[in-house]
């Protein structure tokens, strides 16, 4: 699975929109890209994920360059209760691919959103 | 709908002691994954069961074991606890193989 890079933390207003953005250069075609977030000690919270066209959902958008190599995590109006480490995965969805079921972690981006 | 449930939600146990812990999927889901997330460390990927059968494994020792219910539960079991076992664990399931992954809310384990 391709490796993402991500700052490894950013700051955000409440009630301002929260940008968390994900390198993915080496990503293959048929790898799509994940974001979940964990607050602190529970378990990580899916958000959204994406291959190539902009997603959106009740929670975020996801918006993908055109070249697929980076993307950016949108939280439209951030809340003190968004403050939480954001990963970024990318993927093979199904059995294809070397990461064969699992998800690989990073180090995430720690996203703390002040009043 | 209910989420992934995990108990228990704290456990104890001393070293070389065993350790069990449980996981029930979303409804409906079949596979269940399991991760490990030490004190200060990124989430490790454990186990994957997929229709009662062990289909991915990490870099783990063999002491960590486990199995899948034919209720698509799970139990992750881990034998002669070392201090370093000390962890939240996690458990996910998804609908289909190797699809979204949707996770517990973790037993934390302490080794002492």
């Known amino acids: 699975d391709a490796k993402t890079t991500q700052p490894p933390s950013m700051d955000c207003a409440e009630g301002r929109a929260a940008n968390l953005p994900c390198n993915h250069s080496?990503?293959?075609?048929?790898?799509?890209v994940y974001w979940y977030r964990q607050i602190h000690s529970q378990g990580p919270q899916y958000i959204i994920h994406g291959l190539k066209n902009n997603e959106t959902n009740e929670m975020a958008s996801l918006i993908i360059t055109e070249d697929r190599k980076s993307s950016t995590l949108i939280l439209p109006h951030a809340t003190l209760r968004d403050t939480a480490v954001y990963y970024c995965?990318?993927?093979?969805?199904?059995?294809?691919?070397?990461?064969?079921?699992?998800?690989?972690f990073g180090q995430g981006t720690i996203l703390t959103v002040h009043p | 709908e209910a989420g992934v449930t995990q108990s228990p939600t704290h456990l104890i146990k001393t070293r070389g002691q065993q350790a069990t812990l449980r996981c029930s999927p979303i409804?409906?889901?079949?596979?269940v994954y399991w991760y490990q997330q030490a004190l200060g460390l990124g989430l490790q990927f454990l186990l994957w069961?997929?229709?009662?059968?062990?289909?991915n494994r990490g870099n783990f020792p063999p002491r960590f074991s486990g199995r899948q219910f034919p209720n698509y539960s799970s139990e992750l079991n881990v034998n002669a606890l070392e201090l370093e076992d000390s962890a939240l664990y996690l458990c996910?399931?998804?609908?289909?193989?190797?699809?979204?992954?949707?996770f517990g809310p973790g037993t934390r384990l302490l080794v002492l």
């Open positions: 409804s409906g889901h079949t596979s």
């Open positions: 995965i990318v993927r093979v969805r199904g059995l294809g691919g070397t990461s064969y079921g699992k998800l690989t």
């Open positions: 069961y997929d229709e009662g059968e062990e289909r």
């Open positions: 080496t990503i293959s075609g048929n790898e799509y």
């Open positions: 996910a399931s998804s609908q289909d193989r190797a699809e979204t992954q949707y």
